[in-house]
């Protein structure tokens, strides 16, 4: 499920990225050039790529990596304004939510293994 809200810390990966990298891949650009951890529930990180036509969002939640990604149609994404003082890129809610709105969930081992968690707590609750 789209479990991205106001209550989270958003996280734009600032530089150029291999778009066709996978879950796995895309943990480990996060551990090593943001030094952070990406099974940290309370984070989601925020791929673009170097045209701005396609976004990846990977978010860890109930011990599984989510893989979102999003491709217009026509059009790029607008670039997110680099704040100079806090030395990084902001991203309103307000952006991540319009950039979710119609979300196409990446092809992943973890969107089975979702569904089929959904269908449990569905039949067993």
Same mark, same amino acid.
């Given at each position: 499920?789209? @479990? ?7 996280? %734009?990966?600032? @530089?150029? *990225? ?25 984070? =989601? ?8 036509? =396609? ?10 990596? =989510? %893989?979102?990604?999003?491709?217009? *149609? ?24 319009? %950039?979710?709105?119609?979300? *196409? *969930? ?9 569904? %089929? ?9």
């Amino acid at each position: 499920m789209l @479990g991205l809200s106001a209550n989270l810390n958003y996280y %734009l990966f600032n @530089g150029n *990225v291999d778009l066709r990298k996978g879950i796995f891949r895309l943990c480990e650009s996060i551990r090593e050039e943001m030094s952070l951890d990406p099974s940290d529930a309370s984070n =989601v990180y925020m791929f673009m790529s170097r045209n701005r036509k =396609v976004v990846k969002i990977l978010h860890y939640e109930r011990g599984f990596y =989510v %893989l979102y990604e999003k491709r217009p *149609v026509m059009g790029r994404f607008k670039k997110p304004v680099f704040d100079e003082v806090s030395k990084c890129y902001r991203i309103q809610w307000s952006d991540m939510a319009y %950039l979710t709105e119609s979300i *196409v *969930v990446d092809r992943c081992t973890s969107v089975r293994k979702i569904i %089929l968690y959904i269908d449990y707590h569905k039949i067993y609750r």
